[in-house]
């Protein structure tokens, strides 16, 4: 199915809108704004990211960059880099005539040095926190291959590089299952989206997390959010379901924890549904 450019566009600034609409512990939403940055902000930047993230004139690495700069111009914060990475290839994945998940892994193939290039300048713009170097493909170093072997040499500490690397298997795996089965128990709302962010969450320590705080804390964090997860499954009304993830969700920002990578991944997996391919 090949969509407009006004669809994907409308899609993209919706997905970004649930997101931040949806109670996220530990990420920046509208009930409670986090780590230096509001929920006004990441509204602001998804609508100025849309156009060059949709422009079909663009390259993936293109509208990348261009997006993170359109970004910093609004916001001059990294609200987005994670979002921009992966909806990008999903966007023009989703121009293309045929199913999503087969095109998407055929333009990940496809992109070259030139796009490895503007994506490492984005990321360096960006300056996501705790970017560190790297021994190969370092960012900060002029690209000498194509994306996808960065993507890939990154992928074992890098979620979002190893959706690259997998043809998007956590969204496609993880996301998109838990989004269609909240939607199936009658889920309204903001939940899907939150049954969809806490899938992530309890599924794999957020990477945001681990390269900023190390792999423990990660980890940690991973078994705080099963629990909650499991009193979720139990809680018998809407106002219970709130206070553990308040609960949960002022505890990680009183540490300082934000996990930034399973909030992106959640964004991607709303465009997907939204897009129509659901369990593509």
């Known amino acids: 199915m090949t969509h407009s450019r006004e669809r994907i566009q ?37 609508r100025v990211s849309s156009g060059p993230l949709t422009d079909p004139a663009l390259s993936v690495g293109r509208r990348i960059l261009k997006s993170v700069q359109a970004t910093r111009r609004a916001v001059d914060a990294n609200t987005n880099l994670g979002i921009i990475l992966l909806c990008a290839p999903l966007a023009r994945a989703a121009e ?45 170093v002029p690209a000498q291959a194509p994306l996808l072997a960065a993507m890939r040499e990154a992928a074992d500490r890098d979620r979002i590089a190893r959706q690259y690397a997998t043809g998007f298997e956590d969204v496609f795996g993880v996301g998109l299952p838990a989004l269609a089965g909240a939607i199936s128990k009658g889920e309204g709302g903001m939940w ?25 804390i990660a980890a940690a964090i991973q078994d705080e959010a099963r629990a909650v997860s499991a009193a979720l499954e139990t809680a ?45």
């Not at 993209?12 to 530990?26: D, F, N, T, V, W």
């Not at 991607?268 to 939204?274: C, D, E, I, K």
């Open 96 to 140: 293309m005539p045929g199913e999503l998940r087969p095109n998407l892994r055929l333009l990940l193939d496809a992109m070259d040095v030139e796009d490895a290039a503007e994506v490492f300048e984005a990321i360096v713009l960006a300056s996501p926190g705790g970017l560190g170097s790297a021994d190969a493909h370092d960012v900060r």
């Open 10 to 46: 409308a899609a993209y600034e919706a997905a970004c809108r649930m997101e931040i609409e949806a109670l996220k512990p530990g990420n920046v939403h509208v009930f409670a704004d986090g780590h230096r940055m509001s929920a006004e902000q990441f509204l602001v930047s998804a």
């Open 236 to 280: 018998g009304d809407e106002a219970t379901r709130v206070r553990l993830l308040t609960d949960l969700d002022r505890s990680l920002k009183a540490r300082g924890l934000n996990p930034g990578t399973s909030a992106d991944l959640t964004v991607a997996s709303l465009l997907v549904h939204m897009l129509g391919d659901r369990l593509a």
């Open 192 to 216: 899907p989206t939150i049954f969809a962010y806490m899938a992530f969450l309890c599924g794999f320590p957020d990477s945001h997390v681990a390269r900023k705080h190390g792999t423990a």
